[in-house]
Structures are given as C-alpha cells and as structure tokens.
C-alpha cells in the first residue's frame, strides 16, 4: 500500500550524508510551521511557527557544494529554540525562497511587521513580536 502524502505539505527532505538521505532526520513545512523530527531510538520534535521568524540565511561549505547540499539557519522569537539549521539539504535556494514567501505570507496574515530591530535583553513581551510600522 502506497504511503498517503501528508495533508498541508508544503515540502519535506531529510538531512543528507554524501548527498544521500541516510538520516533519521526530517524536516517538514507546513502552511504555518516549521517541523523538525530527530532521532531513531528517541525522537526529538520541534516546531516553529512560521510568522515568529526574524531571519533566513543559507550556507554552503566546499564539501557541501561537491555533493550538491546547503543548509538553511532559521532565526526566530521562538523562546524554546530561538535557531534552527536545516542541514545537509537538497536545492537550499529554492528551499530558502520557499520559506521566505510562507514567512511573509503568514505574517501578512496575521497582521504583523516588525521593522530592524537592536536585540534587547529586555525582550518582554510573550509574543516576541510586535507592530512598528505604524509611524515610520
């Protein structure tokens, strides 16, 4: 029987070893998440929401352009885990601009802009983020 494709994916890969996906890695989009499932004898889940994101980088080591991978660091207001790597993933760009739209797709959906802001160790509010756009 065939394996049913995951309602509400937007894309998936696993973290790859010499260009192949030979991990217990996984790492999954959402329309309003960021999923990461690691492990094999225990499985850690995290997930981000997508509109708590602040920053979206893409790195490629020597070794990493030779077998054809990247990875992804997602910074984000998450207090539980504030950066998240992709790491050893196919077409990182693409992955990347993927990311990117859903990120400003769901922040425009909730109604949420924030603007460059200097880090605070007084971050305060819960939420993390916060409307500055108004009076600029």
Known sequence: M????????????????FG???SFTVYKLKEDRLFLQQG??????EETLLYRIRDLSLRRSLWQKIF???SIVVTSSDKSNPYLELRNIKNTMEVKE??????????NKKRMR???MI?????GDAEGDIDFDDEL
């Open 40 to 45: 094999f004898f225990t499985t850690r889940y």
């Open 20 to 22: 192949l996906p030979l």
């Open 119 to 123: 880090d605070s160790p007084f971050d």
């Open 2 to 17: 065939a394996k049913k494709e995951e309602e509400g994916v937007v894309w998936r890969d696993r973290k790859r070893h």
């Open 68 to 70: 054809g991978v990247g």
């Open 114 to 116: 924030v603007n460059e």
């Open 98 to 107: 993927i990311i990117h739209g859903r990120v400003e797709e769901m922040k």
